[in-house]
């Protein structure tokens, strides 16, 4: 199973698609506190039209938590980042994978990125572009996931 861990989501339409990409995949969706929305939130709803019912998703007040209960360790957590060298391409995704993605304004913590330096991806893009949306690289590294495991084809 793979598990999107959205560090401080500000943005609820970003979330919400998010929600219906971990339906579609049959992924876990973890959102890291503090929140920019409530989940009672109706844009965060509209975006994830009627699929939210069926989303598996847990709230943690932060990151010392989420670890507490998902240590990390350098086999099966990934992160992502604009700063990275590496692309997306490059990482060898598990069956069990932890996808971090930061806030859609600040990105993940400096210090993460440090401290993990060796886990930390990118998506390939022009030098004109500074960023994707939040909703876009969380779907191109999810199903490159689901493509490195054969996974895809349990979904169709």
């Known amino acids: 199973m793979t598990h999107i861990v959205l560090i401080q989501p500000q943005i609820p339409q970003n979330t919400g698609n998010i929600g219906r990409l971990c339906v579609a995949t049959q992924s876990t969706l973890h959102l890291i506190k503090p929140l920019g929305f409530s989940t009672a939130q109706k844009e965060l709803k509209r975006a994830g039209l009627d699929y939210w019912q069926h989303l598996e998703v847990r709230e943690w ?8 209960h998902y240590p990390i360790d350098s086999t099966n957590h990934f992160f992502f980042s604009t700063k990275a060298r590496q692309i997306h391409y490059d990482a060898r995704f598990c069956d069990e994978s932890y996808l ?21 991806y990118r998506l390939p893009m022009a030098p004109i572009a500074r960023s994707l949306n939040l909703a876009t690289c969380v779907g191109a590294v999810l199903y490159e996931v689901l493509r490195q495991n054969g996974g895809y084809k349990t979904l169709c």
């Open 61 to 68: 007040e932060n990151l010392t938590q989420f670890w507490e």
């Open 100 to 120: 971090y993605f930061g806030r859609e304004d600040a990105g993940i913590d400096e210090a993460i990125l440090r401290t993990y330096s060796a886990q930390v």
